[in-house]
């Protein structure tokens, strides 16, 4: 299994097969209508751009620098997917981003709920705990 890293963090990558990360991720995309589905759009290819957005999700963080630049790695390839994209090259994309991105980090035992979430939401420290 590969490790993603940033600075001095690793942390352990999900294999490419392990499609248990879109229960955990609590991934799924909605259906287009018919009319805008485009030649290379199956459910096998479905499937793995759910995976790879869950493990986007679950392995890399809001930034993807220390400068705060936004990961729009789903962004990326849900483009690719809706645009006809193999699964194939959903793999590729998600491969050529993972150097750069940052790891996630770990949630806190913070209760944010509605009365105190404006506290914390610009903590980056808190993203995970949304």
């Known amino acids: 299994m590969d490790a993603v890293t940033h600075n001095t963090t690793i942390l ?3 294999e490419d097969t392990d499609f ?3 229960e955990k991720a609590g991934m799924a995309l909605g259906h287009a209508p018919s009319g ?3 030649p290379g759009i199956d459910r096998n290819t479905e499937r793995e751009a759910v995976r790879l957005c869950a493990r986007d999700y679950l392995e890399h963080h809001v930034f993807f620098n220390d400068d705060r630049f936004h990961n729009h790695l789903n962004h990326h390839l849900l483009a690719v997917f809706s645009m006809g994209g193999s699964a194939k090259r ?3 994309i998600f491969d050529g981003n993972r150097t750069m991105q940052r ?3 770990p949630m806190h ?3 944010i709920n509605a009365a105190n979430f404006t506290e914390y ?3 980056e420290e808190h993203y995970p705990d949304y």
């Open 20 to 22: 248990s990360v879109i």
């Open 109 to 111: 035992q913070t209760d």
């Open 12 to 14: 352990p990558a999900h």
């Open 36 to 38: 805008l589905l485009l």
């Open 121 to 123: 939401l610009t903590k």
């Open 103 to 105: 790891p996630t980090m």
């Open 90 to 92: 959903l793999q590729e």
